[in-house]
Structures are given as structure tokens and as C-alpha cells.
């Protein structure tokens, strides 16, 4: 059973292809160029692997035909996306990448006889309600049944140096993508799960040229923990305090996909703040410690933000969440081995 992943040099969709690859499942991959196959190729993680492992070019997600990704594929799973606090543009930054990416592979998939599922890689952030900060939230479970109330509306209206205009545009970017893929599911053959994770931590595997470079969630824990002792000396604030670790993520991207059905799916492992972090790394290693802001050493988000009720993905999928102790030492150990390469 061919599995398609779309932006297979991403952090996530290296551990959703890994997860395929371990599970005897061959991969195809897309990448934006053919120069940037030869560098996943070069990934150790599939190094085992290679021969399962195909990739096929589409360039841009907006303007991208999916057709040749798809053929004889039994599987999509569907990760590429922007993650990113960098957008000055509603439309060009975030809801068009976001939204005609999903149409265009979705819609592709939908003509292709062989795909009996797509799992899309969508997010808490299609889930939760950002107009009121987390602290505000305390008392409130999430769960599956929830979705962003953002409108098409409210995000025309951001400005673009309004500093939360970036980080609600990504948002509602994964809503309106989520909403489009069950759109076309309905449709459509195929079967569709959603998989919803919070701040998505653990071990950065793909490709990472430079620790400036991680992707958006990795580079928010090294931030807090920089070589150069540039991190600031003060705990930043934790705008979205929950997170899932990237393999747990990965197998409910499996999971769902085998199991076939019409489900979407929170994934998340646990609260946690930046202090919880530090306080983390800082018991595990000594050493790092004038890295690290001292911060309320001790003091946790429990009882003071909202939380995400991820039973579900126990529950059918049989998910057993990963520790935020492990998934954070597994991350810093991570970020030391890549110090070492760069
Ligand atoms: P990465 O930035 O590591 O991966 C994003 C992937 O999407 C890359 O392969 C990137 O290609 C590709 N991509 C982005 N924009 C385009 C575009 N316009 N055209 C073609 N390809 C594009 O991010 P993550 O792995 O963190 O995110 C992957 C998915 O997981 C996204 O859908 C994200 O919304 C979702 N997610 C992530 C969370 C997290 O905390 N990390 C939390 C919840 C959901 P290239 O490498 O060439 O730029």
C-alpha cells in the first residue's frame, strides 16, 4: 500500500513517513524541488529505507497539480503547510497555501481510483478559541466537537502589524483547510481522519541546516535554550500551553489511516509552559544551566489554562502518550547532537 506524504521534508512528515516506512509501507514524498529530495534522501532516519522511498516535485501548494503525487497511491497523508509567525498577508501567506493546498491534493486524491484514505496533519489551532488568551480559558475542556470560531471576516480585518495578526491567521488557516478537506471527503471515496495536535515537541529528525532554521515549535524550546547564551534572561509567556510529542503524532497519522474511518482526532500529550521546560531540561542536565532563565522555578500551568481532552485517540487508536519529561529530553538531546553536526 503506497503512502503519499506531501511536504516530506517537514518536521512532522518526517516522522509521519518514518512511521509508514517502519510499518513496511513504501513512501512517496513530495518536495518543492529536485534539489531538496537529494537532501531528505540524505536523512539518517531513512537511510534503512531508501529503497521505499520515492519522491515526486510539486513546487507550490497553491499552484501545484497533485495528479502524478497521487497515482496508485493507497494512502495521502496530507502535512504540507505553512507553519510560521512570518506572514504579512492573510490571503498570500496563510489561507491560500493552507486552503488550495488542501483542495489541490485533496481534490486530486478524490480522482484517483487508489486512495482509500487521507489523513490530513491539521491542529489544535482548528480547534481552540485565540481571541481569549489560554489563562482566560481555565475550566475549559476541549475536544473533538470544538472548532475555532474565527471568521474569513475577522482575519481581512487584522492588521499586519497587529502582533497577533500572524499567529490568528495561522489559526484560522488550519480551520478553513480542515473544514475544506471534509468539504471534498464528503464528496468523495475515499475515507478522511483529521489529526489535531497542540505545540508539537520531540526529536527533530529532518534535514536542519542550522539550529536558527528549526521549524517553528523546535525553534520555541531551543530558544529557550541557546548555545550562544543569547536565550532571554527572563521566561517568555506561553501563548498555546499544550503540546503533543511528534511520534505520538506520527502514529495517529498511521493508526487512523489503517483503521479507515471518517474521524478527527485530538492529540495531545499534556499542559506545559516555558518554565515547565526550563525547570525540565534544567534537573536533566546541569550543565545547560546558564542557558537557561530561572524563571518561578516549580511553578505550573495546571488548574490555570485550558486543557484538551486527547481520550479519543487512547481510547481507538490504542495512542499511549510519551511523557512531557521524556518528549523534552529527547528533544534537547536532539537539538545537543545537531549542535554537534552544524
Ligand atoms: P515544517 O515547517 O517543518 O514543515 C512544513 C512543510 O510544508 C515543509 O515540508 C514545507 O516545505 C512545506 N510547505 C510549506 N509551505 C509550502 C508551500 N507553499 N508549498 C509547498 N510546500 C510547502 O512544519 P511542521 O512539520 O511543524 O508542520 C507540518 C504540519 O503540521 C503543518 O500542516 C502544520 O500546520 C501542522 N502542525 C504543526 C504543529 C507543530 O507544532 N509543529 C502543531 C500542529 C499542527 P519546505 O521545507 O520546502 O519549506
Not at 547564551?229 to 493508526?255: I, W
Not at 521524556?326 to 538531546?333: G, L, S
Request: aromatic share 8%.
Amino acid at each position: 500500500q503506497l503512502v503519499l506524504v506531501t511536504g516530506i521534508s517537514g518536521f512532522v512528515a518526517t516522522h509521519v513517513a518514518l512511521e509508514y516506512l517502519k510499518n513496511g509501507h513504501p513512501v512517496r514524498g513530495t518536495v518543492r524541488s529536485k534539489e531538496k529530495a537529494e537532501v531528505v534522501k540524505k536523512t539518517p532516519c531513512f537511510q534503512p529505507y531508501l529503497e521505499q522511498l520515492s519522491f515526486v516535485v510539486v513546487e507550490d501548494l497553491v499552484t501545484g497539480d497533485f495528479s502524478e503525487a497521487v497515482k496508485d497511491v493507497s494512502i495521502v497523508a496530507h502535512t504540507a503547510s505553512p507553519f510560521h509567525m512570518s506572514g504579512s498577508s492573510w490571503e498570500k501567506d496563510y489561507r491560500d497555501p493552507a486552503v488550495r493546498g488542501t483542495r489541490n491534493c485533496l481534490e486530486a486524491a478524490a480522482k484517483e481510483s487508489s486512495v482509500k484514505h487521507v489523513v490530513v496533519t491539521s491542529s489544535f489551532a482548528s480547534v481552540g478559541d485565540f481571541s481569549k488568551p489560554a489563562t482566560e480559558q481555565a475550566g475549559k475542556v476541549y475536544t473533538e466537537k470544538d472548532w475555532n470560531p474565527i471568521t474569513e471576516k475577522e482575519c481581512e480585518g487584522l492588521k499586519s502589524d497587529n502582533p497577533m495578526a500572524a499567529s490568528l491567521w495561522y489559526c484560522a488557516s488550519k480551520k478553513f483547510a480542515e473544514k475544506t478537506a471534509w468539504e471534498i471527503a464528503e464528496q468523495s471515496n475515499f475515507t478522511l481522519s483529521t489529526i489535531c495536535p497542540p505545540m508539537v515537541f520531540g526529536p527533530p529528525l529532518h534535514n536542519v541546516d542550522s539550529l536558527d532554521a528549526l521549524n517553528t515549535s523546535s525553534g520555541a524550546v531551543y530558544g529557550l535554550m541557546k548555545k550562544d547564551g543569547s536565550s532571554s534572561k527572563e521566561v517568555p509567556e506561553t501563548a498555546f500551553p499544550a503540546f503533543a510529542d511528534v511520534r505520538n503524532v506520527a502514529e495517529a497519522h498511521f493508526k487512523s489511516s489503517i483503521e479507515g474511518k471518517n474521524e478527527r482526532y485530538l492529540v495531545c500529550n499534556g499542559t506545559f509552559t516555558n518554565q515547565t521546560i526550563v525547570d525540565s531540561i534544567r534537573d536533566r542536565y546541569p550543565d545547560l544551566k546558564d542557558r537557561l532563565a530561572e524563571g518561578n522555578r516549580g511553578e505550573k500551568p495546571d488548574g490555570k489554562v485550558f486543557t484538551l481532552d486527547a481520550s479519543k485517540a487512547e481510547k481507538e487508536l490504542g495512542l499511549r502518550y510519551i511523557s512531557f519529561e521524556d518528549c523534552v529530553k529527547d528533544t534537547v538531546d536532539r537539538f545537543l547532537a545537531i549542535e554537534k553536526e552544524v
